[in-house]
């Protein structure tokens, strides 16, 4: 019986392995391994907040579902300009750009 490898596999065959700190960037072995411990933390905190934003896209889900169904609009845009606000004051500028995009993510489809 043969081994199938995938096409990833097969590559990953014939690439030499690369060393902590080629995967890094750094420059000593010290360095490599304190970037790679910070860059677990950061993936194991991007899939928080992928889990918060999916959940504040079900509770706006909610809102905007009980919204419609008493006669409103879908979307309140003066609790929007709250939210704008909020993430400005707490993350400055940038914080505005997150804010839409969260925003836009939770508005639903149409």
Do not use: W, Y
């Not at 860059?39 to 194991?44: L, P, S, T, Y």
């Not at 400005?88 to 505005?96: D, M, N």
């Amino acid at each position: 019986m043969t081994a199938t490898h995938t096409p990833q596999q097969t590559r990953q065959c014939r690439q030499p392995r690369r060393t902590a700190a080629e995967e890094t960037g750094a420059r000593t072995d010290e360095a490599a391994g304190l970037i790679s411990g910070a860059r677990e933390r950061i993936d194991a905190l991007d899939d928080r907040i992928i889990g918060l934003v999916q959940e504040r896209m079900a509770v706006s889900a909610v809102i905007q579902d009980a919204r419609i169904a008493s006669g409103g609009p879908r979307v309140n845009l003066s609790r929007e300009m709250e939210v704008l606000d909020h993430f400005r004051e707490a993350l400055g500028k940038p914080g505005t750009a997150l804010a839409m995009t969260v925003l836009e993510l939770c508005r639903g489809r149409i």
